[in-house]
């Protein structure tokens, strides 16, 4: 039986840094899938990292045939899914009336059909356990977004409260099977993120989130750790433990109130 590893949004920013790392650090698996759009960039990954072991594996997530197609891959062999990361996200910046409505499709297709469906997919072929965290593990990248709504970024914020609560569930699920589901919610990081949801307009973080960004490298390192660990959820960061506490303690009105003054200003 082939130990593997599949890795959604490989192809760049917090994908590919799991990739690389996973690439380093697990020498148990044997194939390490690592799934996206943008062939050139999964073959560049391929080459840089020189890993026998990683298998590109071209799939647009909204599309059902190539879902499939990944379920039928794993039918076809002697898999047995030791990590699954669903890294594969977006989001648009802008209110819902100026989002164009394939991008809004696309935020919630991605970030929460596919995310789900191809977990199912998968869930058969994950390796179990009768020990406590002795069976596969499931990573699946939320966001600090999930804490609170946010207008001018909506639809993105409520698809990564999906991811969240979701994860927390389905942990709860798949845990007399040894399985460990971890949601991670990371802040401002440095990737291709910001410039596609801004349509290009802004590239790097500025003003607060300038201070707080995060290195995709170390948050993969973190992420990798606290799965190993058995944690549901990994709040990256001093800066986003706050927006977590904040969350949790003041009326959502409230701080809907200061995000409307933030977004004026
Ligand atoms: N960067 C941040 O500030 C930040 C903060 C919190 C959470 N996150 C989350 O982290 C995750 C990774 O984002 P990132 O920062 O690494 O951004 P990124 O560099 O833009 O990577 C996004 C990845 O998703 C893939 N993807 C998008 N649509 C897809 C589709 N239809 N089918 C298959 N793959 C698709 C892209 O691959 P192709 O284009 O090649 O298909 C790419 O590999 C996302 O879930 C994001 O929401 C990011």
Known sequence: MKKIAIVTGASSGIGEAFVKEISVTDETLDEIWIVARRQDKLDALLALTGDKRIRPVKADLTNANDLESIGQRLSSGDYSVCLLINCAGLGKRGNLSSNAIEDVAATINVNCQSLTLLTRIVLPYMKTSEVKKGGGRIINIASSAAFLPQPGFAVYAASKSYVLNFSRALGAELAPQGIVVTAVCPGPVDTEFLGKAT?????????????????????????????????????????????????????TGLVLHFEQKLLKN
Do not use: I, W
């Open 199 to 251: 349509g290009g307009r802004e590239t790097e973080f500025t003003g607060f989130r300038k201070n707080v960004v995060a290195q995709a490298d170390k948050l993969a390192k973190a992420s990798l750790k606290a799965s190993y660990k058995g944690r549901k959820v990994l709040v990256y960061k001093f800066s986003q433990k706050m927006v977590h506490f904040v969350s949790k303690v003041l009326p």
